[in-house]
């Protein structure tokens, strides 16, 4: 569908070539405003409630408001990390390419979340540091 990319406040771009009726649907969207839920902690009751606001392009939270937007919208999103991946592939160069392991995470890299990213991440980093 579309590749979008995040900078500064509220500010995204599209990577390559979208397909034109979503970017025409989301800036629509984002013209008339986006929504998240949120929890709003009541002292007096020690309860929450849940309540929908809407979010500007420029809140620090807008990018992970948009994310939820998508999703509540049916979108699969794939977050991308590319110094995350980078760093990964990094770490698997020293091994060799028939390597079943190096395959298979670098097979499965592109949609990794970025926890499982991390988790591989820390992991050669820690088997990095007891091979030297």
């Not at 013209?31 to 902690?41: A, E, Q, S, W, Y």
């Not at 990794?112 to 988790?119: A, K």
Request: charged share 25%; glycine share 6%; net charge negative.
């Amino acid at each position: 569908m579309a590749t979008i990319e995040f900078f500064g406040k509220g500010g995204l771009s599209y990577v390559g070539e979208p397909d034109a009726e979503f970017v025409s649907w989301l800036e629509s969207c984002l013209k008339n405003g986006i929504t998240r839920f949120v929890d709003l902690p009541d002292e007096a009751t020690h309860s929450l409630t849940i309540t929908e606001q809407g979010v500007s392009s420029d809140d620090p939270g807008f990018p992970l408001a948009l994310k939820e937007f998508l999703t509540s919208s049916g979108y699969e999103i794939i977050e991308k990390h590319p110094e995350i991946e980078e760093e990964i592939k990094q770490f698997l160069a020293v091994f060799p390419d028939d390597n079943k392991d190096k395959k298979d995470i670098l097979q499965r890299l592109p949609k990794m979340s970025h926890l499982e990213q991390t988790t591989i991440l820390k992991g050669l980093q820690a088997l990095n540091n007891t091979s030297n």
